[in-house]
């Protein structure tokens, strides 16, 4: 079974996608990890993310899986928490922009699901990985509350304007780059999580799930 679950920047795709990955028994497949690993070996070899043909290349010969707990592996070794710190954040969306990095990486995306499903989550994985989903979800919320649950995930929760602020920015990008960009699909559907903890959206999607909605 795959299950794609799309939405913005700190709309909970995350939480909610590993929760339900482990309730189903099925692969996490971070798309974004992904990204994030490229980027940090394009900024280790000294690569400008601007440079297209060099991130490609890179992005081509990076060999990338998941341990059991989704987390992401470089050629074998654990990415975390590197992938997840402030130059690879400040670089990574010119790196994902790039559509012949996008080429490289989303036959591996594809290839780690079709091994025994996945529950993958990212910006266009109900519109160009996985248009063909089991089951396809658009997760959206406020600005306001993404930047709340942001600040409270870093221990800032006095900075949520900050973040809420920073996550705007980022959907702009998102929304308006040129190779698959954030959209919901037709057949996506539309869960607005305000007001809902992660644990209340997982099993509004396991219900639509094993209910066969
Ligand atoms: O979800 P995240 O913050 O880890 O994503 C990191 C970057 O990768 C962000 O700029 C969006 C981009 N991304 C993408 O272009 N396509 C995906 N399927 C997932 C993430």
Do not use: W
Request: glycine fraction near 10%; charge should be negative.
């Amino acid at each position: 079974m795959i299950i794609a679950i799309d939405g913005p920047a700190a709309s909970g795709k995350s939480t909610v996608a590993r929760a339900l990955a482990q309730h189903l028994n099925l692969t996490f497949l971070d798309t974004g990890a992904m990204y994030r690993a490229v980027t940090l070996r394009v900024l280790a070899e000294g690569v400008a993310p601007e440079d297209e043909e060099a991130c490609e290349r890179i992005a081509g010969l990076i060999d990338l899986s998941f341990d059991g707990q989704g987390r992401v592996l470089v050629d074998g070794e654990p990415g975390e928490p590197q992938i997840r710190g402030a130059a690879v954040t400040a670089a990574v969306s010119v790196v994902a922009a790039h559509a012949g990095v996008r080429a490289a990486i989303v036959p591996k995306q594809q290839a780690i699901a079709a091994a025994g499903g996945a529950v993958a989550e990212g910006r266009d994985t109900t519109t160009v990985v996985f248009p063909e989903a089991d089951h396809k979800f658009f997760l959206v919320a406020s600005p306001l509350e993404r930047g709340r649950r942001r600040a409270q995930e870093r221990g800032e929760p006095q900075r949520a304007g900050e973040y809420a602020a920073e996550i705007e920015r980022r959907d702009e990008q998102d929304r308006t780059r040129e190779h698959s960009p954030l959209l919901k699909a037709a057949d996506a559907r539309l869960v607005d999580t305000d007001g809902c903890t992660a644990e209340q959206v997982c099993e509004r999607l396991l219900a639509y799930v094993l209910g066969g909605a």
